[in-house]
Structures are given as C-alpha cells and as structure tokens.
C-alpha cells in the first residue's frame, strides 16, 4: 500500500509499505499524518483536501529569493578568494569561475529551476556546481 505523508495539506513524501503492517513500520505520530493512497494518485506536492488530491501546487521562487539564495553560497565561498586561502592557483581559478556562474543566476531565471519549471525548495534550483 502506497501513504502519502500529508503537513499543510501538501504531500511531503510518499511511503510504500512494502506489504507490511505500517503500524509496525512507524510510530503512531507518523502515521496520523499518513493518508492511505491505494491508487497511488499522489505525487510529491500534490494537495490534500482530506477527501482526494488534487494537482500540486507550482512553488517557484521569486528572483528577490534566488538572488538571496545566491548571496548566502556567495557569502559561504567568500573564504576561496583570500590571499591566505589554503588552495593552488588552479582550484581558486574555478571557485572564480563558479562565483561568477553564481552572480550571473539570477540573470538566467527562470532556466535555473527543475525540468519541470518549478522550484519546490533550494534543491530543485540549478545551481553552478561547486569545484
């Protein structure tokens, strides 16, 4: 049997019981958060009105959100360009190039989000991967 884990009326996860008895797979706090999915209708995201699920909701962020996102891994590498930062020549020439890749993101929105044109957290925004 398939549950979907339910918080704000959103599916949060999806669980396969795998045939066992979810009781003894989860504690009793999950699984009041658990609703049975037989169907298996449900997909991450999708909404819950207690009786069906209905199509999720498309999250995406603003640029103002990106761009803040952006400047926190900005702020997390700024330690790369110091004169006294422990690397070679070589691998602080890509954390440049990756700096740069992450200053010219917000410019690139909305291509930096998933596949699927939406953004449900941080995650599914396609950031310059880190050397």
Same mark, same amino acid.
């Given at each position: 049997m398939l549950y979907a884990r339910i918080k704000d009326g959103t599916v949060r996860e999806l669980i396969n019981d795998n045939g066992? #008895?979810?009781n003894d797979l989860y504690h009793a706090d999950i699984i009041a958060m658990l609703v049975p999915d037989p169907k298996a209708e449900a997909v991450y995201g999708s909404t819950w009105n207690g009786t069906v699920f209905g199509a999720p909701v498309r999250a995406l962020y603003t640029v103002e959100?990106?761009?803040k996102l952006r400047d926190q891994k900005l702020s997390?590498? #700024?330690w790369t360009q110091g004169a006294d930062a422990p690397l070679t020549d070589e691998v602080k020439a890509k954390w440049v190039t990756y700096r740069q890749d992450l200053r010219d993101l917000p410019a690139s929105y909305p291509d930096c989000l998933n596949p699927d044109g939406n953004a449900v957290d941080d995650n599914d925004i396609k950031w310059p991967t880190k050397p």
């Open positions: 066992k #008895d979810i959100q990106v761009r997390a590498s #700024d």
